[in-house]
């Protein structure tokens, strides 16, 4: 149920129930991913109306309806319901329904049943020590077992008629000891047991069968009678130890601890210049560990958060395709009037227009090479998001541009974190293409190195740990960005960095199909040898990339300059450039020895993963 409950909660999810032309794979994949998030053994979908849209283990289920069932009718009336199930004599589910709940109204209903076999009785058995069996009745009132952790029996079966009356008489706010027939011992393959049942209902309240638990009374006295001979030489024994050592852990807990908390009170004042001297390997050391990382990250935030108060703040959603605008227009008043955009250029959207019937246009944030990018409103969803316009003859100078697009949108999607810039959805209005996305604030990294470069060291630092944790989500889901770079790097004023623009970001284990023999995705110099050559990437050409930012945040320029994109490629590929700590000699060696192994031209001599970057960032806490 808790795993249904935060499955539906995804607003991703809500354009699949709600739109008239969603397609039947896209809602079977959302069921086969629910049974992946919930545990369960299968899982089905239905629409507002109880209609099913979907059966996960059934690709070819009938679009029947459901909502004569009283789990489902449950859902659809807005609240979770829950209930077993039997299917044949003896094969028992239990079962969840959960609505997804879109504005105010129940726009479907996901239902998630688990099998009640032996798989599930063994994990009883693992956390309770307790053996069960699983039954169901029949209609003639005859228990079948459906499944259980003894053997059995006739003993057994005698137990089920015995109990299993009483099992259904109880009712579902009865305790096991209030319950009709109590607890009842019963001997079982030559060993006593203390047996309590229960009845399973389904949503509708009728008793399907029920469970019995089995407690072994000898097993679990023996560890008492152990106990019992040892407990009084223990206790004088623990008595005296307790003592000695509760002197020992008062002195060598308490001084590091009230050192600890003197630290984070002066953090909590805004001073972090505090250090952290405790070195041990206990609890205390680990807490210690926590603190000093804490002050090392918030001096490296402090430092970039004063870095930003010297730049004006723009207001940034896909530094890729676009620039600040220098004026704001403000939304006009009056009602709101469905866009007209012309298909041969992209005309500018008028400040009020509504855009797909859902989007209210409330000015332009910028224009780039591939769009122009506005802030709007989702009338649907009560939000402001940023909207790309998609240049049309960008999409007409490749057949497969538009596969592109799309792709970049799947890609985008899978990756959540507070580092990476959301993107919602892509849309088509008239002719037009358009991608939504996350509406934030700040400043591009580009603006902050072309105004205050270099940066210092502390703020570098600050925004490549973030990087890294942005990467690395990204490359758990197998994306690799191959196109980073400060333009499409943006930081909050609160010092958090952002990650956007997954427009040429591609699987790392599936080969692309949609780029054309020769073709290279992404910016030359932030490019790794091997995305230059063409050959294939994996996620050390980010790690490379990121090295190149970095390295320009320090230094104020790239690596390697040229006037030309033929000799930039020609000095990538060959020649190796300054460390950074000869260019700035503000910059620890340390530091700078860092930055040059992420620029390795062999793949192999970089960091293998952006989580080894992020190690190898924090070991330089003590040099920065």
């Known amino acids: 149920m808790r795993g249904a409950q935060v499955f539906v909660q995804n607003p991703s999810w809500f354009p699949l129930l709600i739109e008239m032309d969603r397609r039947p794979e896209d809602v079977l994949d959302l069921a086969t991913e629910a049974v992946q998030r919930t545990g369960a053994s299968w899982v089905q979908i239905t629409d507002d109306h109880g209609v099913r849209l979907a059966k996960s283990d059934e690709p070819t289920a009938p679009a029947v309806s459901l909502s004569s069932s009283a789990l489902i009718a449950g859902a659809l009336d807005g609240a979770p319901t829950s209930g077993a199930a039997v299917t044949g004599d003896s094969l028992l589910f239990q079962a969840v329904a959960v609505p997804f709940i879109v504005g105010s109204r129940v726009a479907g209903v996901l239902m998630a049943a688990q099998a009640v076999g032996s798989a599930l009785a063994s994990e009883v058995v693992e956390a309770t020590s307790s053996d069960v069996v699983f039954y169901v009745t029949d209609t003639a009132g005859v228990p079948h077992i459906a499944a259980s952790t003894v053997a059995p029996d006739s003993a057994l079966s005698g137990l089920l008629r015995r109990l299993a009356p009483d099992v259904e008489r109880s009712t579902p706010n009865d305790s096991a000891g209030d319950a009709p027939g109590g607890r009842v011992d019963v001997e079982l393959g030559g060993e006593h047991y203390v047996a309590r049942g229960a009845a399973l209902r389904s949503a509708g309240g009728d008793v399907l069968g029920g469970f019995i638990a089995l407690r072994s009374r000898e097993a679990e006295l023996a560890p008492y009678v152990a106990l019992r001979r040892w407990i009084l030489v223990a206790g004088v024994l623990g008595l005296a130890v307790a003592f000695a050592l509760s002197y020992l852990t008062a002195r060598s807990v308490a001084r590091p601890v009230l050192a600890l908390a003197d630290v984070a009170r002066r953090a909590a004042e805004g001073d972090y210049a505090g250090s952290v001297e405790v070195r041990s390997s206990d609890e205390v050391g680990v807490l210690a560990t926590a603190v000093r990382t804490m002050l090392a990250d918030l001096r490296e935030k402090e430092s970039l958060v004063a870095v930003l108060r010297a730049a004006p703040v723009s207001t940034l959603t896909d530094a890729a395709v676009m620039q600040p605008s220098a004026t704001m227009t403000p939304v006009t008043t009056g009602a709101p009037r469905e866009a007209s955009i012309s298909l041969d250029t992209l005309e500018p959207v008028e400040p009020g227009r509504v855009l797909a019937r859902r989007y209210t246009i409330a000015e332009q944030l910028g224009v780039g090479g591939s769009g122009v990018v506005y802030r709007a409103f989702d009338r649907e969803l009560g939000e402001v998001i940023a909207v790309k316009m998609v240049r049309p003859d960008v999409l007409a100078m490749d057949a497969h541009a538009l596969e592109r697009l799309k792709s970049e949108i799947r890609l985008a999607r899978r990756i959540s974190h507070r580092n990476v810039v959301r993107t919602h959805d892509l849309g088509e209005a008239d002719g037009l293409y358009f991608i939504t996305m996350e509406y934030v604030t700040g400043t591009s990294l580009r603006d902050l190195i072309d105004r205050n470069a270099p940066l210092p060291v502390p703020a570098v630092i600050a925004i ?77 050409a980010d790690i490379y990339a990121a090295g190149v930012v970095l390295y320009e945040c320090l230094t104020g320029q790239r690596p390697v300059e040229a006037t030309s994109a033929t000799a930039l490629i020609g000095k990538l590929l060959s020649a190796t450039p300054r460390p950074p700590h000869e260019v700035n000699s503000a910059v620890p060696l340390a530091v700078s020895n860092v930055i040059m192994r992420a620029l390795e031209k062999e793949a192999a001599a970089r960091p293998a993963s952006a989580d080894e970057f992020y190690d190898l960032l924090v070991q330089l806490e003590d040099q920065v």
């Open 464 to 540: 490549a740990k973030q990087l890294c944790r942005a990467l690395e989500v990204a490359h758990e889901q197998g994306v690799i960005h191959r196109d980073i770079k400060p333009q499409n790097l943006m930081v909050q004023p609160d010092g958090t960095l952002k990650v956007m623009d997954f427009g040429v970001a591609r699987l790392a284990h599936r080969a692309s199909q949609l780029t054309s023999a020769g073709m290279v995705v992404g910016t030359p110099a932030y490019m790794s040898p091997e995305q230059l050559l063409d050959d294939p990437v994996d996620a050390r």
